[in-house]
């Protein structure tokens, strides 16, 4: 889908953030200062193909949960029909990685990806995100 193309970046980006912020503020309550909220904390970018894998099989569990044949309403402006699955598109993936981010592993396993990224504590992370992923969303993770 071109729209979650497009949005790619952005929605990437989220997903660190809820991850890490979700860390942060364990970290905060419990007065802790760990190997992974120090470089979590100003981390400025990161490689995006370290998540790339998670943002993929959430859209594509998008498209399979809410398949509607690439039907626009009745009277719909393709441009419209656009506006409303974007919008639907970020409703979706901010609620799901809102809901991700409350699975301690899932967060932890964002951030070492990212933080140890391209390296083998990173990949194993990224393999540890698909596994959590496949658990959640059966229909959209393939090998």
Avoid at 35 to 45: I, N, V, W
Avoid at 120 to 141: D, F, N, Q, T, W
Wanted: hydrophobic residues 40%; glycine residues 6%; charged residues 30%.
């Amino acid at each position: 889908m071109r729209i979650q193309h497009d949005l790619y970046g952005g929605m990437v980006s989220a997903i660190f953030r809820a991850a890490r912020d979700r860390y942060l503020e364990a970290c905060r309550l419990v007065e802790l200062e760990t190997e992974l909220s120090g470089p979590a904390r100003e981390l400025t970018g990161f490689d995006h193909r370290t998540l790339q894998d998670t943002h993929d099989t959430i859209a594509a569990w998008f498209r399979h949960a809410r398949d509607d044949g690439g039907q626009m309403r009745l009277g719909e402006l393709e441009q419209d029909y656009e506006t409303r699955l974007a919008k639907d598109w970020n409703e979706f993936l901010l609620a799901e990685v809102a809901a991700l981010a409350r699975i301690d592993e899932f967060a932890r396993a964002v951030l070492e990806a990212t933080v140890f990224a391209n390296r083998e504590h990173g990949y194993a992370a990224e393999k540890e995100l698909r596994e959590i992923l496949r658990g959640r969303y059966p229909a959209a993770v393939t090998d």
